[in-house]
């Protein structure tokens, strides 16, 4: 109950966060229409919605492919997002700009889905592979375990004595992520402006999309993946090494995980090692809504639950948004199981 | 290929399904050419026989060897890689994939992009059905075609011997007969050796060079096709006589 306590505030500190970014609009004096107000609004959230959805695709692929909610996803995120932190306090980063601050960014990216896509790897070694043949509430315990031990490290990394994590006095407190990205307006379409964040966004999470599903529907491992999702006592016997696919999928969803976490703390500009409990929910339901197992319906639940989150914010109350969240997961549990993009599910025997 | 060594021999194969043994000892051999038939009633053991050579299923006791090496500690995807390939029962094809990708899948071991092609064609030769629907997916075939793309998948990896599970299962007689009839004559003619596993006795008998009766995890009788055929035991009961 002590975690429940800390995610509720780490939501508050997450949602204020969010309500930040869109605080601009109203400094102008009220000269933003309220039509202006919602294209905004949809920005943002359709922003926040692509994070959500490159990190429920790692939820989904992971379900697809050994049925288990692997609880531990959110928080893998969320200790790529310390190393992100540790690597712009280590090199300085703050202060790069220009083609450097390019390369930061490219460098954070591409460190912290190393880091997040070989972490899930070992996650699936350690704590799910011994369990293969065990049953799937043994699997899903050691998900939660593995869970709890993560959110543990993030505790202790943000205790490190770097300046970044504010000398290491409070290792619970949230951390500033700087703005490598600025927040400045680079483009006004219609009446909505975007900012080099919300195209950064774009321009790392549509990208990575397309590559895995020309992976999934085209490359050797992805048809190979499919079918161990389909079958994997038939994969098997086709010569298909099944552990080392089902390790591939861990690392491919952990790295998408990598990049989301990287992009993430650029766009909201704040972290904390309870993080991964809040995007990892996000993520979960966008997975479910979405229809479990089914990669556009991660993409497609991603976006909504972003949308929804943002509409929320500003049309219900920001207090009232996990509200509306949770009782979407709710009412999709209730009337349609198998998600918006979902095929009927089935028990496994 | 040697006349004198068995292509599969399986000594005192003790094997498990859970926590109950299925299989207390037994012993077969196939060799080169061969077309050898697993007789037995449901629940004998036959399909966990093969599930065991596939190394699917854990080995309890006995020793099996395949062209000359020990396979009876390997890993599933190590014996396909040595030529031992399993058409698995009924719908074990990939429901979800297309019939083309399903055979792709087949030649999963294989890296010879130009081989697999002619192989591609040569599966579609052998079952033209297969090519009209090659860009449908394996789940909407009919129970007979989707039995046809689980030879013909098993085919892509180019093996030394296939072990068919029951291929008559659930499917209309008269493709029964066509398959029966592309195993005979087609693989036949190509040397394939075989280990058919078959509830229709009769059928898999008649096109056998021999056979093996199972019953309830031992191996009870063992002679040729014709043998087994014209045994009074096994006419009463296998074949309902």
């Known amino acids: ?349 | 290929m040697s006349a004198a060594a068995p292509l599969l021999k399986v000594e005192g194969l003790k094997c498990a399904y859970g926590q109950a043994e299925i299989l207390h000892g037994v012993d077969l051999q196939v060799r080169q050419g061969e077309i050898v038939s697993l007789i037995g009633a449901n629940g004998a053991g036959k399909s966990t026989t093969l599930m065991c050579l596939s190394r699917v299923n854990r080995v309890r006791g006995g020793r099996v060897t395949f062209d000359g090496h020990d396979i009876t500690g390997m890993r599933p995807e190590q014996v396909v890689r040595l030529g031992l390939v399993q058409v698995p029962e009924g719908r074990r094809i990939f429901p979800r994939l297309t019939v083309r990708e399903n055979l792709e899948m087949g030649a999963f071991i294989r890296r010879d992009r130009d081989g697999i092609e002619a192989d591609l064609r040569r599966a579609y030769d052998l079952f033209p059905i297969l090519r009209d629907r090659s860009a449908q997916q394996g789940g909407t075939l009919s129970g007979g075609e989707q039995q046809m793309l689980a030879i013909a998948r098993a085919l892509m990896s180019r093996p030394k011997m296939l072990m068919m599970d029951e291929p008559s299962m659930g499917i209309a007689p008269i493709l029964v007969a066509k398959i029966f009839e592309t195993v005979r004559d087609v693989l036949r003619a190509q040397g394939m050796t075989i280990l058919l596993v078959e509830q229709n006795a009769n059928a898999a008998l008649r096109m056998s060079d021999r056979g093996y009766v199972l019953e309830t995890g031992n191996i009870v009788l063992t002679g040729t096709g014709q043998e087994l055929l014209g045994d009074p035991r096994v006419r009463a009961a296998y074949l309902g006589e």
Not at chain 1, 71 to 97: K, N, Q
Not at chain 1, 192 to 201: A, E, G, P
Not at chain 1, 305 to 323: C, F, H, K, L, P
Request: charge should be neutral; aromatic fraction near 8%; hydrophobic fraction near 55%.
């Open chain 1, 1 to 349: 109950m002590l975690r429940a306590a800390a995610a509720a505030e780490n939501l508050a500190i997450a949602v204020l966060g969010q309500a930040g970014a869109v605080l601009p609009a109203f400094g102008a004096d009220g000269q933003l229409s309220g039509q202006e107000v919602f294209s905004q609004q949809l920005v943002t959230g359709l922003s926040n919605g692509m994070i959500i959805a490159l990190i429920a695709i790692g939820y989904t692929m992971v379900y697809g492919i050994i049925e288990l909610i692997n609880f531990a996803h959110g928080d893998l995120c969320m200790l790529g997002a310390f190393l992100a932190l540790t690597i712009v306090g280590a090199l300085g980063m703050a202060e790069w700009s220009g083609v450097g601050g390019v390369g930061g960014v490219v460098l954070l990216l591409f460190s912290a889905a190393v880091f997040c896509g070989g972490l899930n790897w070992s996650i699936d070694r350690l704590a799910y592979r011994p369990l293969r043949k065990a049953s799937k509430l043994s699997l899903l315990v050691s998900a939660i375990g593995a869970s709890f031990i993560l959110v543990n490290l993030g505790l202790f990394w943000g205790g490190l004595p770097m300046d970044v994590f504010a000398g290491g006095g409070s290792s619970a407190a949230p951390k500033d992520f700087p703005a490598l990205v600025s927040n400045r307006d680079v483009l006004t379409l219609g009446d909505v402006r975007w900012t080099l964040n919300d195209l950064l966004v774009l321009a790392v999470t549509v990208p990575l999309m397309v590559a895995l599903t020309v992976l999934v529907k085209f490359t050797k491992l992805g048809k190979a993946m499919r079918a161990v999702a389909q079958n994997p006592t038939a994969a098997q016997l086709m010569g298909i090494d099944v552990d080392r696919v089902i390790g591939s999928t861990f690392f491919i969803g952990g790295a998408l995980g990598g990049f989301a976490t990287v992009v993430y703390s650029l766009y909201n500009n704040t972290i904390s090692f309870q993080m991964g409990y809040r995007m990892g929910m996000d993520a979960f339901i966008a997975a479910v809504l979405g229809g479990i197992g089914n990669l556009p319906g991660a993409v497609l639940g991603g976006l909504l639950i972003g949308v929804v989150r943002s509409m929320s914010d500003q049309y219900v109350e920001a207090r009232w948004t996990n509200a509306v969240v949770f009782g979407i997961l709710i009412l999709i549990l209730v009337f349609r199981p198998s998600g918006l993009l979902g095929a009927k599910l089935r028990e496994k025997v």
